[in-house]
């Protein structure tokens, strides 16, 4: 395991369908946390998980989208009934702890919506 | 307010030439960290400086922090084409999560 995965890469949808995105993290992090970017900005937090634990979720997170870590391992994001404001890019980070201090956090690739 | 506010530069420079950016926040911080991201992809840590810290190199990077004026600043060193990216800011929140300012975007001319 050399880092954090997110799959799909990219994937373009019509407005509104639903759409799921997948987090692998670093195996041995037990914190997960999902952003969102939008062109010329950068990343806004959406949501934050202690193993799988749903600890915090930011007001961008709106009813339409969902997070889960079900084992405390991988986590999914869905978004339904999608909008084209949805279109961004989705970015997953994970943070573990080192000699007893919290890492800094390593982020994936990121998933890029596009919402037509 | 978001923290972690860079101004918003486009740099353009000759391969070679140092590069700075600034970045600025307005509450009393722990750390502030940069990260680069290169186009249409992740972000990379680079380096953490920790709010009793006031310079801190790695490589060819050199941070500083005034916490007295709420700023951060970051240099590269002898830039390199593949050191054409954007560099962020940020300052931890509640969890740990990361406030981000817009970024800093530098192209390096070969």
């Known amino acids: 395991d050399t880092g954090v995965s997110q799959d799909p890469r990219h994937k373009i949808t019509k407005r509104g369908q639903n759409v799921t995105f997948r987090c692998d993290p670093i195996?041995?992090?037990?914190?997960l946390y999902w952003y969102r970017q939008t062109l010329g900005q950068g990343p806004e937090f959406l949501t934050y998980f202690q193993n799988e634990a749903q600890l915090e979720k930011s007001r961008l997170l709106s009813d339409r989208f969902s997070a889960e870590r079900p084992k405390g391992s991988f986590s999914t994001l869905e978004i339904q009934r999608t909008e084209q404001g949805d279109s961004a890019m989705y970015l997953c980070?994970?943070?573990?702890?080192?000699?007893?201090?919290?890492?800094?956090?390593?982020f994936g690739q990121g998933t890029r919506l596009t919402v037509v | 307010s978001q923290q972690g506010e860079e101004d918003p530069q486009a740099l353009s420079i000759q391969e070679g030439e140092n590069a700075t950016m600034n970045c600025s926040y307005k509450t009393s911080i722990n750390n502030l960290q940069w990260y680069r991201q290169n186009s249409g992809r992740g972000l990379v840590h680079l380096i953490l400086i920790r709010s009793n810290e006031r310079e801190k190199h790695s490589g060819r990077l050199r941070v500083t922090l005034d916490t007295s004026k709420k700023s951060s600043s970051l240099l590269i060193t002898a830039s390199r084409a593949a050191d054409t990216a954007s560099y962020f800011c940020a300052t931890p929140r509640g969890n740990n999560r990361l406030a981000f300012g817009k970024g800093n975007q530098v192209v390096v001319i070969p």
């Open positions: 195996s041995e992090h037990n914190r």
């Open positions: 980070a994970s943070r573990g702890l080192r000699d007893g201090l919290n890492t800094e956090a390593f």
